[in-house]
Structure formats: C-alpha cells, structure tokens
C-alpha cells in the first residue's frame, strides 16, 4: 500500500472513522434527573447501532482507504473496493439519522403517555451522527473536488537531475582538477601548465572548440510528481495502461512530445503521460 498516493479527502475520512471510533464508548442514550453515578450504556450496548453506525462506517472508510493506496483498483463484483467503501459510509450517516429520531426503537411508543420520560440521544450517538456525515460527505467529494485531491503526505523534493552525459565539475582531489597531471594514453602523467621547465616560454593552449550551444526549445529531464493518479501509455499507442502514477512519488520525465511527456518509473517501464495538467516539477 502506497501511503503517498493518499489525498487530503481520504485524510478526512480517517479523522472521522477516529471520531466515530471514539464516540462509540460514550453514551447512547441522555435522561434528565438520572444521577451522574448511573452507568448509561454506550454505542456498544446497543447491537443495530454497532453494526449499522458504528462497524458500517469503520469498514467504509477502511474500504476507500485502502483502494486508494493500492497500485491497481481492486473490484468485487464489478465494483471498485472504493465504491463499497462509500456505499458503507452512505449507510452508516442514515442509520445514524434514523437512531437519532427513534433512539429507543420504537419501545417509547408503546401505549399512552409512553412518550413521557423517554431517553434522548446521547452524546456518543450526536457524535456518531456528526462523524459519519463527514465521512460520507468527504469519500463522495474527494473525487469532484480538487482541493482534496490533493496529496495527502507530499514527497522530498529531489536533487537536480544531471544532464545526460554530464561529468562532475572538476576540483581538488577530482580528475581534471586545477593543477592536476594529465594523464596519457601511455599511462605517463603529462606535465600541466605548472610543471613548465624554469625560464621556457609558455606554449599557448589551442582554443577548445566550443560545443554548440542548444536552441532554447530543447528539452531537460526533470523529476516531477501528479496531483492525482493518472494512467501511463505504451510508447506505441496501445490503449491499455501500463502503470499508473501515484500521487506523492517523484517520476522522471525524460522526453517531451507535444503535449505529453515520456516518463520513467521507478522500476524503469517508460510510457507516455497524456494528461500533464497541474505537475509539480522537483
């Protein structure tokens, strides 16, 4: 599981299977003039709340958790575990909802005048109520929302690439360095221009031919990272993905063609990235 490839929603949807977790151990039920010293049962004393509200919105959030940090998206059924996942949190804020309007499941409408005294909602179930509205309203939008696509955790910003066949600038202790002896092809070091025979002229050094330099249009690998999962194309065209880039992982792009960048993965596969709106560059 990739942790990196977690948006800002998904970060939502975990502090609010947290809150719902919490709000399970508090009370389920509020009534006026019971002394403090009395024991009232919680969420876990109750077993439609427990696996309508309580276990129904933990799976859920685990469930999109989960499918967003996996490399591929796995279906069950011909449905995304991302989908399950939202379903459950859908479920879980209306039987929430309903335990709200009926906390003591219908046994206060037995009878005349039954209604007096009745236990309110406690303060595990308001809380219950709050947290799975977050997490289903967060697991819906993060999809449609660009702001919690966004990365959760970013990643640390890479050094500089180096330009393909670059050599490190010459110093102290470096081939090449000031002053260092050249060597030749026989092996002998040849003197440089400090080991030059005491009252000799200086031979001129003939001009090194300058490289020419590069239209400013050429292109420079860079590193760079998505703000989405985005799929990678065969260099040839083929429809299928071969990889997906994840959110939070510097990629290299090694070519430029048109609109689309040729990007390396990790791994070494190459492939072409079609939608290259919104990149960050290392």
Do not use: C
Request: charged letters at 10%; proline letters at 12%.
């Amino acid at each position: 599981m990739n942790i990196r490839s977690l948006t800002r929603g998904d970060g939502v949807v975990i502090g609010a299977a947290v809150l719902l977790f919490i709000a399970s151990f508090l009370g389920l039920y509020s009534i006026d003039g019971v002394p403090d010293d009395y024991d009232l049962p919680s969420l876990w004393g109750s077993g439609p709340v427990v696996l309508s509200v309580v276990l129904a919105g933990l799976i859920g959030a685990a469930l999109v958790v989960v499918s967003r940090g996996l490399p591929q998206p796995r279906k069950i059924a011909g449905l995304d575990l991302g989908q399950f996942g939202i379903a459950f949190t859908v479920f879980a804020a209306w039987s929430a909802l309903g335990n709200i309007f009926d906390v003591t499941g219908g046994i206060d409408n037995i009878g005349p005048g039954s209604n007096d005294g009745a236990p309110d909602a406690g303060t595990g179930l308001i809380l219950a109520l709050i947290a799975t509205l977050i997490m289903a309203a967060a697991a819906i939008a993060t999809p449609l929302v660009p702001a919690l696509k966004a990365a959760l955790v970013g990643a640390p910003r890479p050094a500089a690439p180096q330009p393909y066949g670059a050599q490190p600038q010459g110093g102290y202790g470096y081939p090449g360095g000031p002053g260092a002896p050249q060597p030749s092809f026989g092996g002998q070091p040849q003197p440089g221009p400090q080991q030059q025979p005491y009252g000799a002229q200086p031979q001129q050094q003939p001009q090194q031919a300058q490289a020419p330099q590069q239209p400013a249009g050429d292109f420079s690998p860079f590193w760079f990272a998505v703000p989405v999962p985005r799929p990678l194309f065969a260099e040839d065209g083929s429809p299928t993905p071969i990889a997906e880039l994840a959110p939070g992982t510097w990629y290299l792009a090694v070519e430029q063609r048109g609109a689309t960048l040729v990007a390396q993965t990790q791994d070494g596969r190459r492939g072409v990235l079609q939608d290259t709106s919104g990149i960050q560059r290392g």
